[in-house]
Nanobody, 121 residues
Framework: QVQLVESGGGVVQPGGSLRLSCAPS????????MGWYRQAPGKLRELVAA???????NYADSVKGRFTISRDNAKNTVYLQMNSLKPEDTAVYYC???????????????WGQGTLVTVSS
């Protein structure tokens, strides 16, 4: 069984920064895309940023220039550096990772449990 371990959420003032991290635990043989989604109260879950196995990145327009997604393939970890945070960034942030599991080599998309980010003065 593969699970995602997320960390880094919390409360921050507008203009502040936070870094989220996420790594899969369990028996995996490879990772494809890794990404972060968020869901604010009363809204649909939306893609924030994603990074492919080759390092190509994609961002929501609302976070471009403020957020940076990166991955450490040696540690199987994805990060989301969030700078210049705004109150509208307040949401539960979910990690999403595509993995190949051992020994079947089956491909799965796995979701984290979510971590709350609150931007408030």
């Amino acid at each position: 069984q593969v699970q995602l371990v997320e960390s880094g959420g919390g409360v921050v003032q507008p203009g502040g920064s936070l870094r989220l991290s996420c790594a899969p635990s369990g028996s995996i043989s490879g990772i494809r895309a890794m990404g972060w989604y968020r869901q604010a109260p009363g809204k649909l879950r939306e893609l924030v940023a994603a990074v492919t196995s080759g390092g190509s990145t994609n961002y929501a327009d609302s976070v471009k220039g403020r957020f940076t997604i990166s991955r450490d393939n040696a540690k199987n970890t994805v990060y989301l550096q969030m700078n210049s945070l705004k109150p509208e960034d307040t949401a539960v942030y979910y990690c999403n990772v595509g993995v190949f599991i051992r020994p079947s080599m089956k491909y799965l998309e796995v979701w984290g449990q979510g971590t709350l980010v609150t931007v408030s003065s």
